[in-house]
């Protein structure tokens, strides 16, 4: 498999000229939680020439694919990638903290580390991350029967919404198993059985409903509503022009 990204990568680069600044994986095989057949993630931003920003009109500044059984292929434009960087895009700050790293050009990431903190807002975090546990909540697992992978989902958007409440000026870990930390100690020992569970499992594998951890995420859910208006958000200073020079010098 990675012999076939790195393929995919460097086709793209030449039926769409451009240049793939860096590539990663983005789901759980870099989360931490992979079953044998999950599929691979890659995400990836890149940059054209520099005459294609010289236009009065913007052009498609995303590129996504048909997803196969092995891989989902799907990358954001450089200009793209540092609105959404200013805007705290929570996805993108998970990319710059993929464990896996498919290619990346010398230095890339190094520039862009200093303005993650500059761009961070726990709000929005907070927001994203609920997004998906409410999912879990109100549609995933509601029955007696339940989506290992789903649960999985819920419980790591659940211990992220936790880490921004605890540590608002902190950008939560991609992994789960620094996540992990959050959670109650009661609850080890179901989450351990599931992770062995899922390390055999298919994607579609389902599993009795764990009635405590179930009202773990529905609490979780609870509080981060209620943290939401409430969270502190850091006065930082305005980041665009560094996100400007970034722009420039990776043209």
């Not at 890149?46 to 048909?66: C, E, I, K, R, V």
């Not at 979780?220 to 305005?238: C, D, F, I, K, W």
Request: glycine share 4%.
């Amino acid at each position: 498999m990675y012999a076939r990204i790195q393929t995919a990568l460097t086709q793209l680069e030449a039926t769409h000229n451009i240049r793939i600044l860096y590539a990663c994986e983005s789901g759980s095989r870099a989360w931490g939680f992979p079953s044998p057949d999950s599929d691979y993630d890659v995400r990836f931003i890149y940059a054209h020439p520099a005459d294609w920003y010289l236009t009065l009109d913007d052009g498609p500044d995303t590129l996504s694919f048909p997803v196969d059984d092995e891989l989902d292929l799907g990358g954001w434009e450089l200009r793209k990638t540092l609105k959404l960087l200013r805007g705290s895009n929570a996805a993108l700050f998970e990319w710059l903290q993929s464990p896996v790293v498919y290619r990346e050009a010398a230095g890339f990431r190094a520039a862009l580390q200093p303005l993650l903190t500059a761009c961070w807002n726990p709000r929005a975090g907070l927001h994203h991350y609920l997004g998906q546990l409410r999912r879990g909540v109100e549609e995933d697992l509601t029955g007696e029967q339940m989506r290992l992978k789903r649960l999985f989902y819920a419980l790591r958007s659940a211990l992220a919404a936790r880490w921004m409440q605890r540590y608002p000026d902190q950008v939560p870990p991609m992994e789960f198993a620094q996540l992990r930390e959050l959670l109650p100690p009661a609850l080890n020992s179901i989450v351990d059985e599931l992770l062995n569970q899922k390390a055999t499992a298919n994607e579609k594998t389902t599993v009795p409903r764990p009635a405590a951890l179930v009202a773990y995420l529905q609490q979780e859910y609870e509080a981060g509503q209620a943290a939401r208006a409430t969270l502190p958000v850091p006065h930082q200073s305005n980041p665009t022009p560094a996100l400007d020079a970034v722009l420039r010098a990776w043209l």
